[in-house]
Nanobody, 120 residues
Framework: QVQLVESGGGLVQPGGSLRLSCAAS????????MGWYRQAPGKQRELVAT???????NYADSVKGRFTISRDNAKNTACLQMSSLKPEDTAVYYC??????????????WGQGTQVTVSS
């Protein structure tokens, strides 16, 4: 079983910055992909950014140039640096990890979510 814990959400003014962190723990053999998703009230969960174990990244068009995803493979952590935040970035942000557990079965785990509110 693999657990993900997010931290770093909060209230920020438009144009501000926040850094989200995600730590994975449990029976981890290898994490292939890690990512951040978000869900705003009344909307479906959407991809924000993903990163492979090799460092290849993918971003939603709405956050390109403003958000940066990174990870530390040795520590099983991922971060999302968010800059130039807009009110439309307000959402619950979820961390996701896809990989193989110690029993070599694949896992696809989600964190509990962290609220990001962008408002003046």
């Amino acid at each position: 079983q693999v657990q993900l814990v997010e931290s770093g959400g909060g209230l920020v003014q438009p144009g501000g910055s926040l850094r989200l962190s995600c730590a994975a723990s449990g029976s981890i053999f290898r994490i292939y992909d890690m990512g951040w998703y978000r869900q705003a009230p009344g909307k479906q969960r959407e991809l924000v950014a993903t990163i492979t174990s090799g460092g290849s990244t993918n971003y939603a068009d709405s956050v390109k140039g403003r958000f940066t995803i990174s990870r530390d493979n040795a520590k099983n952590t991922a971060c999302l640096q968010m800059s130039s935040l807009k009110p439309e970035d307000t959402a619950v942000y979820y961390c996701n990890a896809h990989g193989a557990a110690l029993n070599l079965l694949t896992f696809d785990s989600w964190g509990q979510g962290t609220q990001v509110t962008v408002s003046s």
